[in-house]
């Protein structure tokens, strides 16, 4: 009972909060950022957004505790509004400061068959200067497979834009790998569950190649997600995986401090030696 009451007060909030436009959602609802780095030559390359609520009372809450009660109220696309926006105003000012990164956007199912969902992809491309290439929608198999044609012509109509399409937690779901051809997909993030067997598990190591050389063969870079020791990094570039992403490199983290965490680590525009200080 207490555990119904209390989450029908959270489903409340999250309706106000969706609904109380740009000033209180900018100040609530924020967007942690964990860098993406290249395998080979050990450069950042790009970031994945991550949503977070920065609750006046409850903390920083993470996504999977209020998502949910976004999906259900139907409210998903307004903040998806809210995240795209953000995001790719972020991402325009730091490739401004000299450090173009790839940023990666998280969506569901509802938002990619949501008939606003272009036109907001446009509105955002445009009213950020952001190029299109640098914008990465993730997407996961399950919600491809909700409807495989309108995901279909969805997902063309991005890619014709220059928007880039990644296949997230790659490996959990019901994976049809003809369908996977049809897709224009340009990477593919390989689930946790795999790189957590793969120093472990031989025949995970196997599967994990195998996946990556069809990948390539498909033309898909390759992101491991969820890596959080040197041997596993090791190992998944011994398979040839291209990206690396987790807590080995860092945390989600808030915008002022992945820029701090930036000026330690080489970035595309400044090959070879630390990035400056962006947005000084
Ligand atoms: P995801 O897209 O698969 O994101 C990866 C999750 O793994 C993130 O959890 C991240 O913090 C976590 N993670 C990263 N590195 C490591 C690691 O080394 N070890 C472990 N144990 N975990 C790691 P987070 O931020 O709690 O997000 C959870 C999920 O919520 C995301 O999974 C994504 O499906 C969803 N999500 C997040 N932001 C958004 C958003 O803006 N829109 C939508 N539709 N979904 C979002
Ligand atoms: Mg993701
Ligand atoms: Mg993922
Ligand atoms: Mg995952």
Redesign the pocket.
Known sequence: DARLRERAGLADEVRRLVRSGHERMGREVVL?Y?PQVDLTSGRVVGV????RWQHPTRGLL???VF?PLVEELGL?QL??GH?LRRAAAEAATWSHDGVPLRIS????AS?LGHPDLLPLVDEVLTGSGLAPGRLVL?V?ETTLMADPDLALAVTHALTHRGVQLSI??YGTGYSSLAYLTDLPATEL?LD?AFTVRVLGEPRTAEIVEATVALAHRLGLRVVA????DEETRAVLHGLDVDES????HA??LPPADLVRWLTTVPCPGRPGRPALVVGS
């Open positions: 942690h964990q994945e957004a991550l949503v993470p996504p999977l998502l998903m903040l998806t995240v956007v998280n969506v569901s938002c993730e996961t997230d937690d993030k946790r997600e969820g890596v959080e992403q987790g807590y080995l945390r989600p």
